[in-house]
């Protein structure tokens, strides 16, 4: 019999009508409301939606658009946006501005968001007219490089695929981006558009055997699964499930379905993607493994490698356990792209099996991250957040900033909506607390919230019927909702509330027009240590992490340009041994922490911070801190061993300041920002973890391309694990630098090694751009090198 399918992918309006052959596509107990049905109102939420909405407007459409007019044979209609636009990832905005636009317009219910929709998605079908096959892509030579793909010429490596920088992810925000324009904006054009592009690459892996399929995966390649999935379920057509199963990385999937986390050291993003598509193909009836390799990734991302804020990953990729410290110590927290795509899997995950620990993580990733990686004056987004002490993010800059961030932080503004309201059958499922309002048309429902939160801990829900009705409201009681003082009252009376923490109080009965909810939140101070090193800590108030701001001076780069790595806060660290502490027994710490009388959230601290200087800081909501230098995370430590203490971390800082008072220019091998800031290039190589550390090695050659900032008296440091055995040569500016045999000089241990460079090597490049390759001796390897660094000269 037919079937109607009126949710896609959480935020879906459109009415979906799958024939009659179509295979059972399942899409999960529990639906999300379509972003037109939920209306957010005065409040935090909605001001970072509105101000997206007007950051969205300044962009230029053809500029977007025409990476993929060039690639088409067409004349562009303005020069393509510079950045990552214009260094290998032409296209890549484009689909999530098309997302963000989808989003924004629905859920604002802004008319010219939708019409440019309509605009881009017409050009971008006039470009796949062009292309004749159902190609559609900005991907610089693309027609090219694909070509030599289904031939099964295939040189994949984690961040490129024959030469070009990660093509296939690129390619997912075009599919995702026409997706969004059909399923969210109702675009009709953007069906049969995406269909095309997507019988393209069926076409494209064809004559493929799945183990090449699977040697194309090693290449970055966002969630095309995800959107193959989705196709399947618009069409009814069981083959591009198959085709979602195929582009399904085995890699990450096999473990995970097994209960192994092998994540340490993975580029965290990459993954993320792959896992909804996951989720996507196990809800549309795929293998159940699936789902188990979701929840799995899930629990052990969002419990495990997750800081207070709702982020993970330093420097892109999962830090293992042995190195949380790197939170501490890095200038390159966790990346706001990965915060986004958790939420999309939390997302998909609560639509299987609506369990409240989905939406504790929802909430405190959205008012902690997300809402704190937009500016809520100029309207730039944040790559890497710090959690370092004293440090401070970098905003992108209108029309020249394009880094993946940018884009998913176009949409994240627009989406709201999306999870704040749920519902199955017979009950309504408040899952956050915002001021909004959800229409619940199949029940004839209207329930509108009221909440100042989170400066205020009480939200009031209204309810509007036509007639009176029956259903289960389902209210989520917080994980930091505890004891008797998290109440329920309906009309004015108190209602027996059997939920723990981390589960939904359920109020059945029938409703009647006016009737009214009061929950009554009581939000404490705690402090959360940071997972493995508990002398770490975080202050929160509920779910609101609270940060402390000690400066504002040399923000250096606060709001960016169009360098590749401009998205680093790159200024000067602030020694960590002079970081505010907080002294006392570690019990009662939080209460030395009292609320001021300011109506907006706002504390003191007591007589427990130390050095004295810093006795006068405020704590606020972090997403309330902008342009600044902050304090996320405190070392704590009890009167009697504050001194020991410390010593202790001026010892550790004072060598790690040194290291960077010296460095002039550094390359993390097997990390792909730093790689491709620093022109990797490379034969026969490969990259991999040891003792928790990334490295690359050759049986042939690889090479960066360092700065010398002007600099002549440098050396390369190189760091080694000492029990290797290895022959190569190092060159550098095309010259021998080095005959380098290792014989296992110091096992079991990393060691560094200094090149002098000569000057006249230097005096002979064109201008401080140094090239150092790493070349392989027959029968020997070229590496592993676990670390590159360009440093002054040390004068001993």
């Known amino acids: 019999m037919l079937r109607l399918i009126d949710r896609l992918h959480g935020v879906s309006s459109v009415l979906l009508l799958l024939a009659v052959a179509a295979p059972s596509l399942a899409a999960g107990p529990v639906k999300l409301f379509a972003l037109d049905q939920v209306a957010l109102m005065q409040g935090p939420l909605l001001d970072a939606a509105k101000g997206n909405r007007d950051h969205l407007l300044l962009h230029d459409a053809d500029r977007m658009l025409a990476p993929y ?50 605009y881009m998605v017409s050009e971008l079908a006039r470009c796949q007219a062009a292309s004749g096959d159902g190609y559609v892509g900005g991907v610089p030579d693309g027609r090219r490089m694909w070509e030599q793909v289904r031939r099964g010429d295939i040189n994949a490596q984690p961040f490129s695929l024959n030469g070009r920088w990660v093509p296939l992810y690129n390619l997912h925000k075009t599919l995702a981006g026409l997706r969004d324009a059909y399923v969210i904006a109702g675009n009709g054009q953007a069906k049969q558009v995406l269909i095309d592009l997507v019988d393209w690459c069926e076409a494209l892996v064809s004559d493929l055997s799945d183990e090449q399929v699977q040697q194309v995966l090693v290449t970055e390649h966002g969630g095309v699964n995800e959107v193959f999935a989705d196709v399947a ?52 009836d795929g293998p159940a493994r699936m789902h188990d390799a979701a929840d799995f990734f899930w629990r052990t991302v969002a419990h495990r490698r997750s800081i207070a804020f709702g982020g993970n990953s330093v420097s892109e990729h999962f830090p293992s356990s042995s ?27 609560f639509k299987a099996n609506p369990r409240a620990e989905y ?36 905003y992108s800059r209108p029309e020249e900033s394009f880094w993946c961030c940018v884009g998913t932080g176009m949409e994240s503004h627009g989406r709201y909506g ?61 994980w930091w909702a505890r004891g008797e003082a998290f109440q329920i009252l309906v009309n004015g009376a108190a209602h027996d509330v059997a939920a723990e923490p981390t589960s939904y109080a359920t109020i059945e009965r029938e409703w009647r027009h006016g009737d009214e909810v009061e929950v009554r939140l009581p939000m404490a101070i705690t402090l959360e240590p940071l997972m493995n090193r508990e002398e770490y800590a975080a202050v929160l108030y509920g779910p609101i992490v609270l940060a402390a701001v000690t400066g504002r001076e040399d923000l250096d780069g606060v709001v960016a340009g169009e360098g590749r790595m401009d998205h680093v806060a790159s200024g000067a660290l602030r020694p960590l041994d002079e970081a505010p502490m907080l002294i006392g027994e570690r019990d009662e710490l939080s209460d030395r922490i009292a609320r001021t009388e300011a109506p907006d959230l706002e504390f003191t601290i007591a007589g427990a911070v130390r050095p004295d200087k810093f006795t006068d800081l405020r704590l606020v909501p972090f997403y309330r801190v902008h342009d600044a230098r902050y304090m996320l995370y405190w070392r704590t430590a009890t009167p ?39 022109g990797y290039r490379g034969e026969n190589t490969s990259t991999g973890i040891w ?12 090479s960066y391309t360092l700065d010398t900032r002007g600099e002549r008296d440098i050396a390369l440091r190189l760091t080694y694990f000492g029990s290797d055995r290895r022959h190569f040569d190092i060159l550098a500016g095309g010259e021998l630098l080095e005959e380098v045999r290792l014989e296992a000089p110091e096992p079991d241990r990393f060691l560094q090694r200094d090149y002098p460079i000569p000057a006249d090597r230097l005096d002979a490049i064109e201008g401080d751009a140094l090239t150092v390759r790493f070349e392989a001796k027959p029968g020997s390897m070229a590496g592993g090198i676990f670390e590159v660094r360009l440093i002054k000269k040390p004068t001993e």
């Open 69 to 118: 007019l060039e690639e088409a044979g067409l004349e562009p209609k303005a020069p393509r946006y510079p950045n990552w636009e214009s260094t290998g990832l032409g296209g890549h905005t484009a689909g999530h501005y098309l997302s963000a636009l989808a989003c924004t317009g629905k859920s604002l219910d802004d008319q010219e968001c939708l019409r440019r929709v309509d």
């Open 233 to 284: 379920e618009i069409t009814g057509e069981a083959r591009y499930l198959k085709l979602a199963e195929r582009f399904s990385h085995r890699t990450l999937l096999d473990p995970l379905a097994s209960g192994v986390d092998q994540l340490d050291g993975m580029h965290a993003n990459t993954q993320v993607p792959k896992v909804i598509g996951f989720e996507r193909i196990a809800g549309l």
């Open 323 to 349: 190195r949380s410290l790197d939170y501490i110590t890095s200038r390159e927290g966790p990346e706001t792209c990965n915060t986004y795509n958790m939420l999309r899997l939390s997302e998909e995950l």
């Open 359 to 394: 939406a504790d993580f929802y909430e405190r990733a959205v008012y902690n991250h997300i809402l704190s990686a937009r500016h809520p004056r100029h309207g730039g987004y944040v790559y890497f957040t710090p959690a370092r002490p004293r440090h401070y993010r970098v």
């Open 418 to 478: 999306a999870f704040l309201y749920a519902h199955d059958d017979d009950g309504l499922y408040v899952n956050l607390f915002a001021p909004s309002s959800v229409e619940w048309e199949a029940k004839g429902v209207r329930l509108t919230q009221q909440t100042t939160f989170p400066d205020g801990g009480v939200s009031t829900l209204k309810i509007a019927v036509d007639t009176p009705t029956r259903f289960a409201l389902r209210v989520r009681r917080p």
């Open 640 to 678: 009697a061993e504050y001194e020991r203490v410390l010593a202790e971390n001026r010892a550790a800082e004072a060598q790690r300041m040194a290291l960077d008072r010296i460095t002039i220019d550094r390359v993390a091998p097997g990390e792909q920002q730093s790689e491709v800031e620093h």
């Open 691 to 702: 003792r928790d550390r990334r490295y690359r090695h050759a049986d042939g050659w690889f």
